[in-house]
């Protein structure tokens, strides 16, 4: 519910909110680097809380933050304003998702690992899929601020009940941990290759996604194409998504992780090089569809991969820590993507350049993960 009504669903707000302030494309992406830079900011601190007193209280914390601060986000008259209520918005997003549901889901079924966060990954990508689909209308005809002002009450009223009901269960879900967990010590766990080598593929995968997912729609509107159609686009990666997952989960439990992750950045640089193919001719169409399917299928494999290659390090209690930290420090450089790619946009009338620049980091997140432990 979070990640489709807010990460899943910003681009349909992008231009809108743009035109409406006259922003420039580098000011409407540093709202969204504020977004993404809060949501890396406060998954450490969030790690260390899941560990130490359970997905829960953190999760409801969270969603209470998302609704509040979206709602505000869906008031703002300035800049400041809004890229406040985004920051605050992707605070409450870390602390509500990714970290607290891994580890629960890591402690559930360590046995099927990579099958039960292809799972989860999948069901957030249903979200990322229908939301935008339907949210991109409403925008349209009634305004960004209402449908803004309307998830924020949805986050309230559907999402914070089942966190509330099914959060709960799992050693994380109800029972406190002890400070110190039963694996290496955490500074020792920080300076091991394993850590050091998964943060790297994180941070160069994911500064290359952020490039291009929260421009996708507005790239596809300069190209020709009608909103209602870019949309597609855009939650047909999405739904690529869902089905990559579902296929990856179980590729990971049978052949291991490191050998499926190197296939899978290698798909999503060879989607990345398909952008450029794509135009409002039949032809351009067909490329739009492969880049889609290809990107969008293996576009959050490293997030599926990361949890399980960190577990055989972390130890029992250290999960939630050490993928929080993980996850910090790729923020910090990947929340740079769309705001690098507003200001080459600015600069250039074109977003080729800028995912071109995408497709190259991609290539370069294989690096690492050639070096990871077999």
């Known amino acids: 519910m979070a990640l489709g009504t807010t990460i899943g669903s910003l681009g349909a707000f ?29 998954l450490p601190m969030a790690g260390l809380l899941v560990d130490r007193i359970g997905a829960r209280v953190v999760m409801t914390c969270g969603t209470v933050l998302i609704a509040t601060s979206y709602g505000l986000a869906s008031r703002s008259q300035t800049l400041t304003a809004l890229v406040a209520g985004f920051a605050a918005t992707g605070a409450g997003l870390g602390a509500a998702t990714y ?40 925008v349209r005809d009634h305004g960004w601020r209402p449908v803004m002002a ?22 994380h879900g109800h029972e406190k941990r002890p400070i110190s967990g039963g694996g290496p010590p955490l500074p020792e766990l920080m300076r091991g290759r394993t850590f050091r080598l998964v943060t790297l593929v994180l941070v160069l995968s994911q500064l290359s996604f952020y490039g291009i997912y929260f421009h996708l729609i507005p790239f596809l509107t300069d190209l020709g194409f009608p909103e209602s159609k870019a949309v597609l686009f855009y939650s047909g990666s999405a739904l690529a998504t869902f089905a990559g997952s579902m296929v990856l989960g179980p590729l990971i439990d049978r052949f291991g992780p490191r050998r499926v992750l190197i296939a899978a950045l290698s798909v999503l640089v060879c989607g990345c090089l398909l952008l450029p193919g794509i135009d409002t001719s039949s032809a351009g169409i067909a490329v739009g569809v492969a880049f889609s399917v290809l990107w969008g299928a293996v576009v959050n494999s490293p997030l599926q991969f990361a949890p399980i290659l960190l577990a055989d390090a972390a130890g029992p209690g250290n999960l939630g820590t050490l993928l929080g930290l993980s996850n910090f420090l790729t923020g910090l450089v990947s929340a740079f993507g769309p705001v690098l790619t507003g200001a080459i946009h600015d600069a250039t009338q074109s977003y080729m350049t800028a995912f071109g620049l995408s497709a190259v980091i991609a290539a370069l997140s294989i690096v690492p993960a050639l070096r990871l432990p077999k």
């Not at 909110?17 to 580098?26: L, V």
């Not at 069901?123 to 339907?134: C, D, E, M, N, Q």
Request: charged share 10%; hydrophobic share 60%.
């Open 99 to 138: 970290v607290p549901c891994t580890v629960v889901i890591s402690e559930w079924v360590p046995d099927r690992r990579g099958l039960a966060l292809g799972v989860l990954l999948a069901v957030s990508a249903v979200g990322a899929t229908l939301l935008p689909i339907a949210i991109a209308p409403l």
């Open 150 to 171: 309307g998830i924020a009450c949805l986050n309230l009223l559907i999402g914070l009940p089942i966190i509330l009901a099914l959060a709960r269960r799992g050693t």
């Open 14 to 42: 992008v231009e809108p909110i743009r035109q409406d302030f006259g922003w420039t494309g580098e000011q409407m992406g540093s709202a969204l680097t504020a977004f993404v830079l809060a949501m890396a900011a406060i």
